[in-house]
């Protein structure tokens, strides 16, 4: 291999550790303030969780019992509608099997 190839893909190959190196940099920039900004979220959600056990926080309460009735209404309604649509297929698959009646045809 020539020199000048030889030196050309060494000087490539530095390059691209630099650059390597900089988005390593950068993605652990990004990593710590994820990290700090994941604590942050999870203090808001300690606190909250605390003034809800206490009771503290009666409207939110409020909110999350209204939002536990309607996610079991919204339930039994996916639930009800599952079974109509269970039904009808099945109904369906039952027609498809049965066997057709052929009116007879006069001579051709």
């Given at each position: 291999m020539?020199?000048v190839?030889?030196?050309?893909?060494i000087?490539?190959?530095a390059?691209?550790?630099i650059?390597l190196?900089?988005?390593t940099?950068?993605?652990?920039?990004?990593?710590?303030?994820?990290t700090?900004?994941?604590d942050?979220?999870?203090?808001?959600?300690?606190?909250?969780?605390?003034?809800i056990?206490?009771?503290?926080?009666?409207p939110m309460?409020?909110?999350?019992q209204?939002?536990?009735?309607q996610?079991?209404?919204?339930?039994k309604?996916?639930?009800?509608?599952?079974?109509?649509?269970?039904?009808?297929s099945?109904?369906a698959?039952?027609?498809?099997?049965?066997?057709?009646?052929?009116?007879p045809?006069g001579?051709?």
């Open positions: 020539p020199r190839a030889k030196d050309s893909i000087e490539q190959l390059r691209n550790n650059a190196q900089e988005k940099a950068e993605l652990i920039t990004s990593v710590k303030e994820l700090k900004r994941m942050e979220m999870v203090k808001i959600f300690e606190e909250a969780a605390k003034h056990k206490e009771g503290t926080d009666k309460m409020d909110k999350l209204n939002l536990l009735e996610n079991k209404t919204i339930a309604g996916l639930i009800l509608l599952e079974k109509y649509v269970r039904e009808k099945s109904t698959n039952i027609q498809q099997f049965q066997p057709k009646t052929v009116a045809r001579n051709l």
